[in-house]
């Protein structure tokens, strides 16, 4: 405290002395009173150092020199009393509070002491008071001692003071050692305080570009170019002639160039390029690169014409991609495109899943329904629906039932169009194919079919018969089978074109499209018999489906043109496609219908109240539209009480929807949980993965977590899927139908097909009305048996019918031939035509 | 020459002795011109198996006339040394016989493929066709063909009693010195005792083997075991005591169970009632061995009648328990249920296999030599339509009739579907009792009062519940009396009586009253104590 005290007294003392050893006639303090307190403070001060000043003191120096400060710590500056130090011109520093005006303060007195002498003109002897007064106040800076706790407030001449270092110049100090030493995080926390205690503080800007740029070297030098270039962006900004910033930008891009390009990932390189160039324009590294790119365009380019030459023109026009990848801004490549894409037409597809990705779902899916439709044509296939479905075949000109429904005589076409992509099909194969079909222990034996079929025999290369055991149904729907042969055909003909080429693949009579390659989230398909090779235009030669984690990348994808075609597209999605001139949205023949079932071995899910339960607690016309629909289309989905299209003949109107109803599901819980004896055990449920099933899966997950019974969704892993014996209680499944009366039983067999021995799950009453509806032999009994089986299963809940969905697909315009209403996806992939989409240069961005 | 005329005087012979000794014995089948003997009036136990055995020599086996004398003879020798008395294989009489009658071994020149393939082609018809005047009581039919380096020795046994013709047996040698050896190996497997039924007392019968009073030298032959299993047929008389007829009885065996040198007693075992019992004229009850030939059976159902019900997709269960134990079963596990009241037993703990039939209406049993003779339970849903027992590996095929349950199994499944409403209404039911005890108890009576009123002014769901089942049961038993389908009718009403009765106690009007008695108490008790907390 002495020392404290006895500090001030020698402060203001040396202030004494300083005033009067500078010169100075007088020291005024702020107010009117001080004048006269001052003098005596200053006479005090006088009388009293020789008494309190001992000669040791005297020779102590009275204030710092200027060279002698140190700058405050950090903590200093965070911690303690911002103070500003006042050099006077004989480099001696008055520490003191913050004076004001700041920053620059006697820059801004200078300037108004300059601006006093254009006051205007005073009128009165008073006014020219005034102006004398207040324009010496100008020569004047206000200033408060720190730790003088009486009368701490002086003022001071300007003349005599050399310089002002205000608090935030000594941060400003302390920010550039720290720039120096390399700490730019505590350098940035000051930057911080400094711009939070005064905005655009003089130097601010310089330390601030300054850490900008430290920080981007800071981030190369450790390998965070994606943040080093954030870092050189931001800088440019700010500071786009900053020295060296250029060089570093160059540097840290041309690094991140070369990693992209050794990743293959020529939209990131070209996205860093572009973000280069757009800072400088005229930096090497974009030359260079963009040299580069053309160079590999070019070179990629000519392997393309050298394959084209070669009459290679997959091959070709996948190096003509691969160039458009490379370098699109390449002057050549629209031509070359063009030329090569409409001899070998491509068609990339964006999907969430593909059917060759393993998945813990074992069910029917859209990938999978895809799948099938692209690779194989049956012998009928479904052409429309109209409450029932009608039928096609592609491979017979006629067929005709005699014999009372007993044999049913077949004739095949022996000619086929140009754009059809199957081999030609002969006698022969069918009924070898469906005589493996009807022997037992073959791999191909079909129990059902062999209850129908007693022989087949083929008459002619191209005629055949087939008799009857029992008379089916629908003979077109018995045959709606592909043929899993290779074809006889090329072993008779006498085409050389087929014998000289050996097949690259295994091609079998039914193939449409066949798998040329499978890779990582791409799965491409041919046509299995490419078009001739002198047509005027060629229909789309192949499919590549090209998976996306979501489905918001594959939109995000088909906007930025890398995929033309969406198989699938989110109901609430609809109107935006619609409205869009480059897109054209499709909307399948018949809805999804999405069902829960359960696992027949599943021991709690055999008592009917908790399956009752379950049913009960979901609301399903809630989940339907505000979820799925988005309340936006509400007549793009509708509630079903069974597991197929509601327009279809044999779809029972008649059954009335299961509302919610939360207490009933609560007291049906509690009930089943009697029957259980404990607690619920935690069921498991697997779900399709399509997007909307599994939106929904989660809400009916929360709306059974409401009355206590906890459900787990199994993720659709690939680790997953290679678990020994899955165990799950719940498959959520996604199905369409188009002939409930064949399809039913496969369907609540749940993947074991139409066998007996998978019907030993059911009741016998059920079990037997299956065999019987599987063995009706007219229309009536089977919807009007149809139709009571529909009601039975809804009301025993053994399956719950959630809702239908209406199908779309989105086609860019580029794509022609796709059917109006499509029953699947690939109808009429063969003749789809397309023309390329050339890539936006100036839309290059990160994927 | 000489031999040649012998051999006709021997047959002339036979002819006339045959007609003139057993006058009284010779009887037609009925299904067979030929001639059947009715038996001797001497005790079975008493009479030797009269046998023949025709050896037919393929010629791929080259076996020259040396070779198989010698192996005839050989096996004379073993079946003299090991069967003894019982097996005869000549006549002790002074008349001449012919070929086809004679006892003894004998060459096949008949069968037109001397192999395997060629006995299994035979039918029990040609042999009658072939031997209508024989005076053997069994006919081993042998074939030697070659295999391989061996030759492959097969056979079958035809028994004259019963007319019937057992499945092929092969066995294989690679050494011809051994080849006598094998086909005597092959008749004792292929030889199946006979037996007659003295007497029947309820589930057992006394019977007495052939031949019994003779001991074989070699015990494992020809002895009857414990265990052996007997198929029982009748042969039908008519009063000059010829067969008219004979005839297998469906689903029932006999089981060996006690010997002694004359007499045996068995246990029956019959999906038919008291087939056996009762005294018949001119009815001979006989039973011939039966063992396990065929790996499997392949069984199918038909519908019985005019049906054209579809038995495909029937439940099958094998048991080893008859329809009597499984009920004493039951009745015992109910008992213990109730006085203990353990956690229920599993009731099909009998059950040891289970099957569906195919498409076919068929299944596949397999033979188990252990437990040759199983239990065969044919349901239909709630019902038990056949339960027969049967011994998988007998035959290579058998079918059995099953009636029409289809009306019946439709009402089980609507009444399944009403049970699951039924269950919807109880719980919903409990669920606005709870809400209005909830309101009570809050003190909240307006709500309590419109609740109830709720209650009461709806259509009682016991009322909707029985109209729906009375429309089940008047449909369903109108159709099975047009289809004049008693039993059908009987199981619908007891199946309706049943879910009556749950609908009766479920939804019993008087739960209400007893509901609204417990509320208003719960009334006059929160009166009570307001009245209580007024006057503090």
Same mark, same amino acid.
């Given at each position: 405290?002495?020392?404290?005290?006895?500090?001030?007294?020698?402060?203001?003392?040396?202030?004494?002395?300083?005033?009067?050893?500078?010169?100075?006639?007088?020291?005024?303090?702020?107010?009117?009173?001080?004048?006269?307190?001052?003098?005596?403070?200053?006479?005090?001060?006088?009388?009293?150092?020789?008494?309190?000043?001992?000669?040791?003191?005297?020779?102590?120096?009275?204030?710092?020199?200027?060279?002698?400060?140190?700058?405050?710590?950090?903590?200093?500056?965070?911690?303690?009393?911002?103070?500003?130090?006042?050099?006077?011109?004989?480099?001696?520093?008055?520490?003191?509070?913050?004076?004001?005006?700041?920053?620059?303060?006697?820059?801004?007195?200078?300037?108004?002491?300059?601006?006093?002498?254009?006051?205007?003109?005073?009128?009165?002897?008073?006014?020219?008071?005034?102006?004398?007064?207040?324009?010496?106040?100008?020569?004047?800076?206000?200033?408060?001692?720190?730790?003088?706790?009486?009368?701490?407030?002086?003022?001071?001449?300007?003349?005599?003071?050399?310089?002002?270092?205000?608090?935030?110049?000594?941060?400003?100090?302390?920010?550039?050692?720290?720039?120096?030493?390399?700490?730019?995080?505590?350098?940035?926390?000051?930057?911080?305080?400094?711009?939070?205690?005064?905005?655009?503080?003089?130097?601010?800007?310089?330390?601030?570009?300054?850490?900008?740029?430290?920080?981007?070297?800071?981030?190369?030098?450790?390998?965070?170019?994606?943040?080093?270039?954030?870092?050189?962006?931001?800088?440019?900004?700010?500071?786009?002639?900053?020295?060296?910033?250029?060089?570093?930008?160059?540097?840290?891009?041309?690094?991140?160039?070369?990693?992209?390009?050794?990743?293959?990932?020529?939209?990131?390189?070209?996205?860093?390029?572009?973000?280069?160039?757009?800072?400088?324009?005229?930096?090497?590294?974009?030359?260079?690169?963009?040299?580069?790119?053309?160079?590999?365009?070019?070179?990629?380019?000519?392997?393309?014409?050298?394959?084209?030459?070669?009459?290679?023109?997959?091959?070709?026009?996948?190096?003509?991609?691969?160039?458009?990848?490379?370098?699109?801004?390449?002057?050549?490549?629209?031509?070359?495109?063009?030329?090569?894409?409409?001899?070998?037409?491509?068609?990339?597809?964006?999907?969430?899943?593909?059917?060759?990705?393993?998945?813990?779902?074992?069910?029917?899916?859209?990938?999978?329904?895809?799948?099938?439709?692209?690779?194989?044509?049956?012998?009928?296939?479904?052409?429309?629906?109209?409450?029932?479905?009608?039928?096609?075949?592609?491979?017979?000109?006629?067929?005709?039932?005699?014999?009372?429904?007993?044999?049913?005589?077949?004739?095949?076409?022996?000619?086929?169009?140009?754009?059809?992509?199957?081999?030609?099909?002969?006698?022969?194969?069918?009924?070898?194919?469906?005589?493996?079909?009807?022997?037992?222990?073959?791999?191909?034996?079909?129990?059902?079919?062999?209850?129908?079929?007693?022989?087949?025999?083929?008459?002619?290369?191209?005629?055949?018969?087939?008799?009857?055991?029992?008379?089916?149904?629908?003979?077109?729907?018995?045959?709606?089978?592909?043929?899993?042969?290779?074809?006889?055909?090329?072993?008779?003909?006498?085409?050389?074109?087929?014998?000289?080429?050996?097949?690259?693949?295994?091609?079998?009579?039914?193939?449409?499209?066949?798998?040329?390659?499978?890779?990582?989230?791409?799965?491409?398909?041919?046509?299995?018999?490419?078009?001739?090779?002198?047509?005027?235009?060629?229909?789309?030669?192949?499919?590549?489906?090209?998976?996306?984690?979501?489905?918001?990348?594959?939109?995000?994808?088909?906007?930025?043109?890398?995929?033309?075609?969406?198989?699938?597209?989110?109901?609430?999605?609809?109107?935006?496609?619609?409205?869009?001139?480059?897109?054209?949205?499709?909307?399948?023949?018949?809805?999804?219908?999405?069902?829960?079932?359960?696992?027949?071995?599943?021991?709690?899910?055999?008592?009917?109240?908790?399956?009752?339960?379950?049913?009960?607690?979901?609301?399903?016309?809630?989940?339907?539209?505000?979820?799925?629909?988005?309340?936006?289309?509400?007549?793009?989905?509708?509630?079903?009480?069974?597991?197929?299209?509601?327009?279809?003949?044999?779809?029972?109107?008649?059954?009335?929807?299961?509302?919610?109803?939360?207490?009933?599901?609560?007291?049906?819980?509690?009930?089943?949980?009697?029957?259980?004896?404990?607690?619920?055990?935690?069921?498991?449920?697997?779900?399709?993965?399509?997007?909307?099933?599994?939106?929904?899966?989660?809400?009916?997950?929360?709306?059974?977590?409401?009355?206590?019974?906890?459900?787990?969704?199994?993720?659709?892993?690939?680790?997953?899927?290679?678990?020994?014996?899955?165990?799950?209680?719940?498959?959520?499944?996604?199905?369409?139908?188009?002939?409930?009366?064949?399809?039913?039983?496969?369907?609540?067999?749940?993947?074991?097909?139409?066998?007996?021995?998978?019907?030993?799950?059911?009741?016998?009453?059920?079990?037997?009305?299956?065999?019987?509806?599987?063995?009706?032999?007219?229309?009536?009994?089977?919807?009007?048996?149809?139709?009571?089986?529909?009601?039975?299963?809804?009301?025993?809940?053994?399956?719950?019918?959630?809702?239908?969905?209406?199908?779309?697909?989105?086609?860019?315009?580029?794509?022609?031939?796709?059917?109006?209403?499509?029953?699947?996806?690939?109808?009429?992939?063969?003749?789809?035509?397309?023309?390329?989409?050339?890539?936006?240069?100036?839309?290059?961005?990160?994927? | 020459?000489?031999?040649?005329?012998?051999?006709?005087?021997?047959?002339?012979?036979?002819?006339?002795?045959?007609?003139?000794?057993?006058?009284?014995?010779?009887?037609?089948?009925?299904?067979?011109?030929?001639?059947?003997?009715?038996?001797?009036?001497?005790?079975?136990?008493?009479?030797?198996?009269?046998?023949?055995?025709?050896?037919?020599?393929?010629?791929?086996?080259?076996?020259?006339?040396?070779?198989?004398?010698?192996?005839?003879?050989?096996?004379?020798?073993?079946?003299?040394?090991?069967?003894?008395?019982?097996?005869?294989?000549?006549?002790?009489?002074?008349?001449?016989?012919?070929?086809?009658?004679?006892?003894?071994?004998?060459?096949?020149?008949?069968?037109?493929?001397?192999?395997?393939?060629?006995?299994?082609?035979?039918?029990?018809?040609?042999?009658?066709?072939?031997?209508?005047?024989?005076?053997?009581?069994?006919?081993?039919?042998?074939?030697?063909?070659?295999?391989?380096?061996?030759?492959?020795?097969?056979?079958?046994?035809?028994?004259?009693? *019963? $007319?019937? &013709?057992? !499945?092929?047996? +092969?066995?294989? @040698?690679? %050494? #011809?010195? =051994? /080849?006598?050896?094998?086909?005597?190996?092959?008749?004792?497997?292929?030889?199946?005792?006979?037996?007659?039924?003295?007497?029947?007392?309820?589930?057992?019968?006394?019977?007495?083997?052939?031949? *019994? $009073?003779? &001991?074989? !030298?070699?015990? +494992?032959?020809? @002895?009857? %075991? #414990?265990? =052996? /299993?007997?198929?029982?047929?009748?042969?039908?008389?008519?009063?000059?005591?010829?067969?008219?007829?004979?005839?297998?009885?469906?689903?029932?065996?006999?089981?060996?169970?006690?010997?002694?040198?004359?007499?045996?007693?068995?246990?029956?075992?019959?999906?038919?009632?008291?087939?056996?019992?009762?005294?018949?004229?001119?009815?001979?009850?006989?039973?011939?061995?039966?063992?396990?030939?065929?790996?499997?059976?392949?069984?199918?159902?038909?519908?019985?009648?005019?049906?054209?019900?579809?038995?495909?997709?029937?439940?099958?269960?094998?048991?080893?328990?008859?329809?009597?134990?499984?009920?004493?079963?039951?009745?015992?596990?109910?008992?213990?249920?109730?006085?203990?009241?353990?956690?229920?037993?599993?009731?099909?703990?009998?059950?040891?296999?289970?099957?569906?039939?195919?498409?076919?209406?068929?299944?596949?049993?397999?033979?188990?030599?252990?437990?040759?003779?199983?239990?065969?339970?044919?349901?239909?849903?709630?019902?038990?339509?056949?339960?027969?027992?049967?011994?998988?590996?007998?035959?290579?095929?058998?079918?059995?009739?099953?009636?029409?349950?289809?009306?019946?199994?439709?009402?089980?499944?609507?009444?399944?579907?009403?049970?699951?409403?039924?269950?919807?209404?109880?719980?919903?039911?409990?669920?606005?009792?709870?809400?209005?005890?909830?309101?009570?108890?809050?003190?909240?009576?307006?709500?309590?009062?419109?609740?109830?009123?709720?209650?009461?002014?709806?259509?009682?769901?016991?009322?909707?519940?029985?109209?729906?089942?009375?429309?089940?049961?008047?449909?369903?038993?109108?159709?099975?009396?047009?289809?004049?389908?008693?039993?059908?009718?009987?199981?619908?009403?007891?199946?309706?009586?049943?879910?009556?009765?749950?609908?009766?106690?479920?939804?019993?009007?008087?739960?209400?009253?007893?509901?609204?008695?417990?509320?208003?108490?719960?009334?006059?008790?929160?009166?009570?104590?307001?009245?209580?907390?007024?006057?503090?």
């Amino acid at each position: 405290m002495n020392i404290s005290a006895r500090k001030i007294g020698f402060y203001l003392s040396s202030l004494t002395l300083i005033l009067v050893a500078s010169g100075l006639s007088t020291v005024f303090a702020q107010d009117e009173t001080k004048p006269n307190n001052i003098p005596a403070k200053s006479d005090t001060a006088k009388n009293e150092t020789p008494e309190s000043e001992s000669p040791d003191e005297e020779k102590e120096p009275s204030l710092p020199r200027i060279e002698e400060m140190q700058i405050p710590s950090v903590e200093d500056l965070l911690k303690k009393k911002p103070v500003d130090w006042i050099v006077m011109e004989n480099d001696l520093v008055l520490i003191v509070e913050p004076v004001y005006p700041r920053p620059d303060t006697l820059g801004q007195l200078d300037t108004a002491l300059k601006e006093s002498y254009n006051w205007p003109k005073p009128k009165s002897k008073e006014e020219i008071d005034e102006q004398r007064k207040m324009r010496a106040a100008l020569n004047f800076i206000q200033l408060t001692l720190v730790d003088e706790k009486e009368n701490p407030e002086y003022q001071i001449q300007r003349k005599s003071v050399k310089q002002i270092i205000h608090h935030e110049d000594q941060i400003l100090k302390r920010i550039d050692q720290l720039l120096q030493t390399n700490q730019l995080r505590t350098a940035f926390e000051m930057l911080l305080v400094l711009d939070r205690k005064h905005h655009d503080w003089p130097g601010f800007d310089q330390r601030q570009q300054q850490l900008l740029f430290l920080e981007a070297k800071d981030r190369q030098k450790s390998e965070q170019y994606g943040n080093a270039l954030a870092f050189i962006e931001d800088l440019h900004g700010r500071s786009p002639e900053f020295p060296g910033l250029s060089r570093l930008a160059g540097e840290v891009v041309d690094t991140m160039i070369t990693q992209s390009v050794q990743e293959g990932s020529f939209r990131k390189a070209h996205s860093y390029l572009k973000r280069l160039s757009d800072m400088f324009p005229r930096q090497q590294t974009v030359t260079k690169w963009k040299d580069s790119f053309l160079n590999q365009s070019e070179a990629i380019l000519n392997k393309a014409d050298q394959a084209a030459k070669q009459n290679q023109f997959q091959q070709a026009i996948h190096s003509a991609i691969e160039a458009s990848t490379v370098w699109p801004a390449n002057p050549r490549l629209h031509e070359t495109l063009l030329r090569y894409h409409n001899r070998y037409p491509v068609i990339n597809v964006g999907v969430i899943e593909t059917a060759l990705d393993s998945s813990p779902y074992f069910l029917e899916r859209n990938s999978t329904r895809r799948h099938q439709k692209l690779t194989q044509i049956p012998l009928f296939e479904v052409s429309r629906v109209d409450q029932t479905p009608q039928y096609q075949s592609r491979f017979f000109e006629q067929w005709e039932p005699t014999d009372l429904g007993r044999r049913a005589d077949f004739i095949l076409r022996q000619s086929y169009a140009t754009w059809e992509s199957h081999p030609i099909l002969m006698a022969a194969d069918i009924s070898q194919s469906l005589r493996n079909k009807i022997t037992p222990g073959h791999s191909e034996y079909d129990e059902r079919f062999d209850s129908f079929v007693n022989s087949i025999t083929s008459t002619a290369p191209f005629t055949f018969s087939i008799y009857f055991d029992r008379v089916p149904l629908r003979t077109e729907w018995l045959m709606a089978t592909p043929i899993h042969a290779t074809p006889l055909w090329n072993h008779v003909s006498n085409d050389a074109a087929n014998s000289t080429a050996p097949p690259k693949h295994e091609i079998l009579v039914s193939n449409r499209f066949i798998v040329d390659q499978h890779l990582p989230h791409q799965v491409s398909y041919v046509r299995a018999v490419p078009e001739p090779t002198d047509l005027r235009e060629y229909n789309v030669a192949q499919i590549n489906e090209i998976q996306y984690p979501t489905f918001e990348k594959s939109f995000q994808a088909l906007l930025l043109g890398e995929v033309s075609v969406l198989p699938f597209l989110p109901a609430r999605l609809v109107s935006f496609f619609q409205e869009q001139e480059e897109f054209n949205v499709v909307q399948s023949a018949i809805p999804l219908s999405h069902v829960l079932q359960f696992n027949p071995e599943s021991a709690p899910l055999k008592i009917i109240e908790l399956r009752r339960a379950l049913a009960y607690s979901i609301d399903r016309q809630k989940i339907l539209t505000e979820s799925l629909l988005h309340e936006s289309k509400l007549l793009n989905g509708r509630l079903i009480t069974a597991p197929y299209y509601t327009g279809l003949q044999t779809y029972n109107q008649q059954v009335p929807q299961r509302e919610y109803n939360f207490p009933l599901a609560v007291a049906l819980a509690v009930a089943s949980q009697k029957k259980i004896g404990g607690a619920f055990p935690s069921l498991q449920m697997l779900c399709d993965p399509n997007p909307e099933a599994q939106e929904a899966a989660q809400e009916l997950i929360k709306g059974w977590a409401r009355i206590g019974i906890k459900v787990t969704l199994i993720p659709n892993t690939a680790i997953e899927a290679e678990k020994q014996n899955l165990k799950w209680d719940i498959v959520y499944r996604t199905v369409n139908m188009t002939e409930p009366v064949m399809e039913l039983w496969p369907f609540l067999t749940v993947g074991k097909g139409a066998q007996i021995a998978s019907l030993e799950i059911f009741p016998d009453w059920m079990r037997q009305k299956l065999i019987e509806l599987d063995e009706a032999t007219d229309w009536d009994s089977a919807t009007a048996l149809l139709k009571k089986l529909h009601h039975q299963l809804y009301s025993m809940a053994h399956i719950i019918p959630l809702w239908e969905i209406d199908q779309f697909h989105v086609f860019r315009t580029n794509i022609k031939g796709y059917a109006d209403r499509p029953l699947n996806f690939y109808d009429n992939v063969e003749q789809w035509i397309t023309t390329p989409i050339y890539p936006k240069i100036e839309s290059f961005t990160h994927k | 020459m000489l031999l040649c005329d012998c051999s006709k005087i021997w047959q002339f012979f036979i002819l006339f002795s045959g007609l003139f000794l057993f006058t009284e014995t010779v009887s037609v089948a009925q299904t067979v011109t030929a001639s059947v003997q009715s038996i001797e009036p001497q005790h079975i136990s008493l009479r030797p198996y009269r046998i023949r055995v025709d050896i037919a020599y393929a010629p791929a086996a080259r076996l020259n006339p040396a070779n198989r004398l010698q192996i005839e003879q050989q096996l004379q020798q073993i079946i003299e040394r090991s069967v003894g008395e019982k097996w005869i294989l000549s006549e002790k009489t002074t008349l001449e016989t012919s070929d086809l009658t004679a006892l003894g071994i004998q060459q096949n020149h008949w069968l037109q493929l001397a192999s395997s393939e060629g006995l299994k082609r035979l039918q029990a018809e040609d042999l009658l066709k072939r031997y209508p005047d024989s005076l053997f009581d069994k006919l081993f039919l042998i074939s030697i063909d070659p295999e391989g380096i061996g030759y492959r020795v097969s056979g079958r046994e035809f028994d004259y009693l *019963s $007319q019937r &013709l057992s !499945p092929l047996l +092969t066995k294989r @040698t690679f %050494e #011809k010195s =051994f /080849l006598s050896e094998t086909i005597f190996l092959s008749m004792r497997d292929l030889f199946s005792s006979v037996l007659t039924i003295e007497t029947v007392n309820g589930d057992q019968v006394t019977v007495s083997e052939q031949a *019994s $009073q003779y &001991l074989t !030298p070699d015990p +494992t032959i020809g @002895t009857l %075991e #414990k265990n =052996f /299993l007997f198929l029982p047929f009748f042969r039908y008389l008519n009063r000059n005591r010829e067969v008219k007829n004979i005839q297998f009885i469906p689903w029932t065996y006999l089981i060996m169970e006690n010997i002694n040198r004359k007499y045996a007693t068995c246990a029956i075992s019959s999906g038919l009632r008291g087939i056996l019992g009762g005294s018949r004229r001119r009815v001979e009850t006989l039973a011939i061995q039966i063992k396990p030939r065929y790996a499997q059976t392949n069984l199918t159902l038909i519908p019985r009648g005019l049906s054209n019900q579809t038995s495909a997709g029937m439940k099958v269960q094998l048991s080893p328990l008859d329809p009597r134990e499984v009920r004493q079963r039951q009745i015992a596990a109910k008992k213990q249920k109730e006085q203990t009241n353990p956690p229920p037993p599993d009731s099909e703990d009998y059950i040891t296999g289970e099957y569906l039939t195919n498409r076919s209406g068929a299944i596949t049993l397999e033979a188990d030599p252990q437990h040759p003779l199983i239990w065969l339970y044919v349901r239909s849903g709630k019902a038990l339509v056949a339960n027969v027992p049967y011994i998988p590996g007998i035959d290579s095929e058998i079918t059995i009739q099953i009636p029409d349950d289809r009306i019946r199994l439709n009402v089980e499944g609507e009444l399944a579907v009403l049970n699951g409403e039924l269950i919807e209404a109880v719980a919903s039911h409990s669920m606005k009792l709870a809400r209005i005890r909830q309101w009570a108890r809050n003190n909240e009576w307006p709500k309590v009062d419109a609740g109830i009123s709720e209650l009461e002014s709806g259509i009682s769901p016991k009322q909707i519940f029985q109209d729906k089942l009375n429309v089940i049961q008047v449909t369903a038993v109108e159709e099975a009396q047009s289809q004049n389908n008693k039993a059908a009718q009987s199981r619908i009403n007891g199946l309706c009586r049943e879910t009556a009765g749950r609908i009766d106690r479920f939804l019993d009007p008087a739960g209400i009253i007893d509901f609204k008695t417990e509320i208003q108490d719960l009334k006059q008790l929160q009166k009570q104590d307001s009245d209580d907390r007024s006057s503090e």
